[in-house]
């Protein structure tokens, strides 16, 4: 699978949505947007209606994460809102096979997400469920915190995990992602990269999506 880049509009301005997606469009392969709801993390962030409109203002799809207490409630209507990846937590969800079911009915392509003390291997049968697994390389609920490489055996075992049922599920990090951590993630088996800080604490944002690429690449 190619490398792809995810932006986290988490530390952007929260003001000027479109332009910060613009920023990055043609340069990143999704616009990763943080649902917090103050529950199952201690940050607050954006809801549905934020979503649904910032889906119309942008051309790039939105890889939605969902750190909520209730995805099973809320999950599919970020798909039907115009997202194009919607992820549950699995440390949240009470019913995860029929949460993500109704998440590809819904039309969007269904992520699992593990917190950083999560195991994966619990999770091995649900990967015929699943178009990408999320494995936070920090705790949720912050951008610009440092990235934690104790999860990077974690990454290493779903790789193969991933491998040993054909491949198909894209296999993404979050948290902590910038030049100096990339290329041990891309080296684990990682392939999709969320980043928030390394993106839009730099100076121009699309640069900084190539750079990144050009390191998990290598
Ligand atoms: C953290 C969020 C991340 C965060 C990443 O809970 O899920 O997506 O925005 O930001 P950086 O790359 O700055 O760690
Ligand atoms: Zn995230």
Redesign the pocket.
Known sequence: MAVQISP?I??ADFAHLADVAAQVDGAADWL?V?VMDNHF?PNLTIGLPVVASLAKATGLPLDC?L?IEDPDRWAPDYAGAGAGSVTIHAEAARAPVRTLREIRAAGARAGLALNPATPVRPYEDLLGEIDMLLLMT?E??????RFLDIVLPKVRAAREMIARHGGEVWLQV????SADTIERCAEAGADVF?????VYGSADPARAVQDLRALATR
Request: hydrophobic share 40%; no cysteine; aromatic share 4%.
């Open positions: 986290s988490l530390t990763h943080d993390v994460h750190m920090v949720p609920g912050f951008g610009g915190q979050d948290g902590g992602v969320v980043a928030g800080n390394a």
